[in-house]
C-alpha cells in the first residue's frame, strides 16, 4: 500500500433536528475514523447550523462541518461508505486539495492567526486590572 498521503477539504451536513450531543458524537467518530485509518486532522471547523437553500429529506436545516485533514487515497472511499450509512449525514462533498487550494488554505490560516495575535494585544490594551 502505498504511503503517500493527499490533503483533503470534507464538508459535511449533519441533519438539523439532531441534539448537540449526537452532533459532537458524529464530528468525534468522523475524526476517529480517519486517525484510525492512517490519517491525521489538520483543522476542524464548525459552522453550526445554517438553513438549507433546498429541503433534504424533508428537513429545512443542516449543521455544517468543515474539515481538513491528509490520508492516504485509499481511505477516502471508506470514509465516504461511513458517511453514506450514516442517516444523521445529509450530504457530504470531499475534494483533494491541489496547489491552488493548498495556497489559499496556508493564506487563510496565518490570516486567522495574524487576527488573534491582534485580539490578544488589544485584550491586553483595554484598561482592566
Partial sequence: MASNKYQY????VISGVVQQNQVDDIVR???HFIESNGGDVLEVDEWGNQRLAYEIDRKRSGYYVNMYFQAPGSLIQRLENELEVN????RYLTLRMDEKMKRHYEKRKQRRAQEQA???SSDDSDGEE
Fill in 9 to 12: 477539504e470534507l464538508t459535511y
Fill in 87 to 90: 442517516d444523521d449525514v445529509l
Fill in 118 to 120: 491582534g485580539e490578544e
Fill in 29 to 31: 467518530k468522523v475524526n
